[in-house]
């Protein structure tokens, strides 16, 4: 299998991998399998779905520097454009299916901490990356574009800051998150990226 064909592949994965969750998510929905607070959850699974493409999207690039196989770069844009959607679909659930819409409500929880403005803030971050993915649009950019799209760095910060403030007592996977972010940080060091290119 040529390098062509393995990003073609991994696309693909990640396209079905999407349609899988969403699928899932409103089987269970349809199927009343959520528990009691049905809409929390939703809520919950869409958010982690966004954090865990967010970082898988960032991950792609020190992986195709480590094994010099720089065709799997374009899943990025994939992931992060996942990442968009399922943050906006985490939007949709928490402001229209927990508070109708009431903005009133909405503003009375964003005061009450900083974990709604966090994720505000990341969905903020990812919108004009989201808008700018496109060829004609990094064409139009040159070399802006890159400056513009390392805020994806931002938007993760702020995605495990939201995602680290939902929970009142410890829990493992905010650490995990948080870990490979630094992990993923630290890669982008020039320094260590050199390194990597070079091993």
């Given amino acids: 299998?040529?390098?062509?064909?393995?990003?073609?592949?991994?696309?693909?994965?990640?396209?079905?991998?999407?349609?899988?969750?969403?699928?899932?998510?409103?089987?269970?929905?349809?199927?009343?399998?959520?528990?009691?607070?049905?809409?929390?959850?939703?809520?919950?699974?869409?958010?982690?779905?966004?954090?865990?493409?967010?970082?898988?999207?960032?991950?792609?690039?020190?992986?195709?520097?480590l094994g010099k196989f720089k065709r799997i770069l374009p899943v990025r844009r994939t992931l992060g454009l996942y990442a968009f959607w399922f943050s906006l679909l985490h939007l949709l659930a928490f402001a229209g299916l927990d508070f109708a819409f009431d903005f009133k409500l909405i503003l009375g929880t964003a005061r009450q901490g900083n974990r709604v403005l966090a994720g505000l803030a990341t969905l903020v971050v990812l919108l004009p990356l989201a808008l700018t993915s496109t060829d004609a649009w990094r064409k139009r950019l040159g070399r802006h574009w890159k400056h513009l799209h390392r805020l994806a760095y931002l938007a993760a910060a702020l995605d495990v800051l939201h995602y680290g403030l939902n929970f009142k007592e410890f829990r493992t996977a905010p650490v995990l998150a948080t870990v490979a972010l630094i992990l993923l940080l630290i890669a982008r060091i020039p320094a260590v990226s050199r390194r990597l290119r070079q091993a």
């Fill in 1 to 65: 299998m040529t390098g062509r064909d393995w990003a073609r592949w991994l696309r693909w994965s990640v396209h079905l991998a999407a349609l899988l969750l969403v699928t899932a998510l409103a089987w269970a929905f349809w199927q009343q399998r959520l528990g009691p607070d049905s809409i929390g959850e939703i809520t919950r699974r869409t958010g982690r779905y966004a954090l865990v493409m967010l970082l898988l999207s960032l991950t792609v690039t020190p992986i195709a520097t």
